[in-house]
């Protein structure tokens, strides 16, 4: 006997159509295609009946169910009667429990494509929304942060250590790398230009002047908003589906408190920090091509960007990334703590914020750009 599902239909000589049902039928196996049943039915002329043979039926589960279901209304709609007494004695009862509360009239709401301008008050509407939770949880984290400095706040110091170190030291390899190779691209990029001119030096100060203004904070952030951002997004979405965050809430623990404020301090401290070794890193990339493709020494290299950098330079970029480093824990916690309360939710959750943190940090540096250079920095 075969072990996946068989079907076998023929007419009787009496005019009736017998389909005979073999094997296995379960919908983790490959189902026989019922199409054969409705092109036996509709054939002229049609049968006055239809039967059923389950003699070597072996196992089955709802998939039987579909196709049988499937049969039966084509042979209502048809006018042909069924006889079920061929099919086993649980098919029978579940077909006529499903059979018991009658679809109601237009039940099944048709489907009607919205116009464009419902899709565009739609979303102006889910955007107001957005923005006003969005506010609303801002609010609320500043308040919490303002209670911090008067040691009112609840949450766990051995939580923000661990944060911490997930956001700090751990992040450590893949800021590293990145901005390496950041570093090594512009120092690249530079040179095939100011080789024109004679004046591959100043590939030092391109270098050391994009890193630590701008491209160091920016790589830092755009690195921590895939990697913690997200992170925290999927933790506070997951607890949310667990209804951790209820319990929290039930045990009279704001969950502000203990769950998005060590979140924010632990990314708004190290980021400053991931900067700063962003910003080594990238120049160190720089001077790898300088000193293997345009003859430079690392010394005078180094010295060159030493003559470039200043204080106020390396002080800004780490002030913007003290800002990333904000932006991002608020977007990946917002995220979270409006997530739904589904696995899909999660998934949901950790790309809205990865994107919403993108959209902030180059949002924040644009803004950036435009006061530093109205200010003369």
């Not at 000589?13 to 379960?26: E, L, M, P």
């Not at 049609?46 to 059923?52: A, D, K, Y």
């Not at 049969?71 to 042909?80: A, F, K, P, S, T």
Request: charge should be negative; hydrophobic fraction near 50%.
């Amino acid at each position: 006997m075969s072990q996946h599902g068989e079907l076998y239909v023929h007419r009787t000589a009496d005019g009736a159509t017998n389909i005979r049902i073999a094997g296995s039928w379960r919908l983790r196996e490959a189902l026989p295609d019922p199409d054969a049943v409705e092109a036996d039915i509709i054939l002229s002329p049609q049968p006055h009946s239809v039967t059923f043979d389950t003699t070597d039926l072996t196992t089955w589960d709802s998939g039987i169910l579909t196709f049988l279901t499937r049969v039966i209304e084509l042979c209502r709609d048809r006018g042909i009667r069924v006889d079920r007494s061929g099919l086993p004695s649980g098919a029978q009862r579940l077909l006529a429990l499903s059979e018991a509360v009658p679809e109601k009239e237009d039940a099944r709401a048709e489907e009607v494509e919205a116009s464009l301008l419902e899709k565009i008050g739609a979303s102006t509407i889910s955007f107001g929304t957005s923005l006003t939770e969005m506010l609303a949880f801002i609010g609320d984290a500043s308040v919490v942060l303002l209670k911090l400095f008067g040691r009112r706040v609840r949450f766990r110091r051995s939580d923000l250590m661990m944060l911490i170190q997930q956001t700090g030291a751990e992040a450590v390899g893949i800021v590293g790398l990145i901005c390496f190779l950041v570093g090594l691209i512009l120092a690249f990029v530079g040179a095939a230009q100011l080789q024109q001119f004679g004046a591959t030096i100043y590939v030092a100060n391109l270098v050391g002047v994009a890193m630590v203004r701008d491209v160091g904070a920016l790589m830092a952030g755009i690195v921590m908003a895939g990697r913690s951002g997200a992170a925290f997004a999927a933790e506070l979405a997951s607890m949310k589906v667990s209804q951790e965050i209820d319990a929290l809430s039930t045990m009279g623990i704001h969950p502000l408190e203990f769950l998005v404020l060590p979140r924010i301090i632990a990314l708004a401290v190290m980021m400053p920090l991931l900067c700063l070794y962003a910003d080594f890193v990238g120049i160190l990339g720089g001077a790898f091509i300088g000193v293997t493709m345009l003859d430079l020494s690392f010394q005078t290299y180094m010295q060159q960007t030493a003559d470039a950098v200043d204080l106020i330079a390396l002080v800004g970029g780490m002030f913007k990334a003290f800002v990333y480093g904000l932006l991002i824990a608020i977007a990946g916690t917002l995220r979270g703590m409006q997530a739904s309360t589904s696995s899909a939710g999660v998934g949901a959750a950790t790309t809205s914020a990865v994107v919403t943190s993108i959209v902030f940090i180059i949002s924040a540096a644009g803004i950036f750009s435009v006061v530093f250079y109205v200010l003369g920095i």
